[in-house]
Every structure is written in structure tokens, then in C-alpha cells.
């Protein structure tokens, strides 16, 4: 499996219309979340969010909205922020742009949020425009750090070291809540959080 743990330039640079990170100016960072509401992940991160006095936000997917709307509530009560992560996680190199772009308008019925994940990072610059039209608040988040919590090929060591050696301030940093992810994130996330807590990094939510 392929993938990045830190978003080089000039895949910033091709997607500039993308929010990669923030300015390094404030010293915080911003957890995000994605794939949940989840019955088991979502809940642990909640209470840790809480332990820490952190704030993060949560790229929901609309099904999982649907089958969970108590933690969904929950994650909105505790004064986290959400975004939209599709209603079906879908592929945007693998859809079509009306069926893609349809399916982003059905998951906004139960995630009110300017903000969308696309799932996997994948999405044209021609979605991009066409999302933009159909919603012309929206705020394409991307990620400055992969924490790979989804990779069952590594260890949730693996994941703590790929955050804390590459995360700075400013960094928008991508777990999972999924069960897939499970078994890394309950090691690394506690982790992660106490490390930035010695460093003395706020944990923000992305704001609206």
C-alpha cells in the first residue's frame, strides 16, 4: 500500500483551492477524524478530546449519521466540529462528477457543515468547481499529516511516530474513526495527545 505520511508541496501547489494546513503562527494543531460516527472509536476520542480539553473536528459519512445519531449529537453537545465526508464514501476518481457530487448533497442533509473531506484525498479540480457551484460555502479540507492508523500492516507505534515527527504547528493531522483503524488509533491517539500536550500545543477544531 502507497501512500504519503506527510502532503508534499507540490501536491499542495496542484490543489490550491484545498486547505492543507493553517498558518504556524497560533501554536496549534487540528486533529480531524474520519469515516464515524463510529459505536466504539467515536466515543473513545470523545472522552480523550475531553481528558485533554481539546477540540478536534469529524469528517462524517451519511450513513453512518444516520445509524448513529446519538453520537453524532454528542459530537456537536461537546463543542466539536464537523464536515461532510460523503454520504456512501465514495472514490471521486472512480464516480462520476453529478453521481459524486449528488452523493456529497445527500450526506449535507444530516451534516449541516461548510467543510468537506473527499474520501481518500481523491477528487479532480473539475469536482472541485462543480461542489463549488453546488455549494458555494464550501471549504475543501485536506491534511498535512497522515497518522495511517488505517494501514493493518503497521503498528499504532508506527502511527504515533508518523505524527509526532512530522506534525508542527499549523498542521491539520488525519486519524481514523473506524473499525478498521481500531486497534492503532486506541494506542496511538492517547499518545499523540500527551505529546502535544508536553509541547504545549493547542488541539483546535478547523474553523467554520
Sequence with gaps: MFYLTKTPALLKALYKSCTWNFSPARPSVYLTFDDGPH???TPFILDLLRKYEAKATFFCIG???IDHPDIYQRILEEGHHTGNHSHNH???WKTGTDKYIENILEARKYINSPLFR???GRITPFQIRHLKKAIPNVQVIMWDVLSADFDTEISGEDCVQ?????AKPGSIIVFHD???????????????MEYFKK?????EAIPY
Design 39 to 41: 459505536p466504539t472509536a
Design 63 to 65: 450513513k453512518n449519521v
Design 90 to 92: 465514495l472514490n471521486g
Design 118 to 120: 473527499p474520501p481518500y
Design 162 to 166: 508518523n505524527v509526532v515527527f512530522k
Design 178 to 192: 473506524s473499525t478498521k483503524a481500531w486497534d492503532r488509533l486506541e494506542y496511538a491517539l492517547p499518545r499523540v
Design 199 to 203: 509541547q504545549q500545543l493547542n488541539m
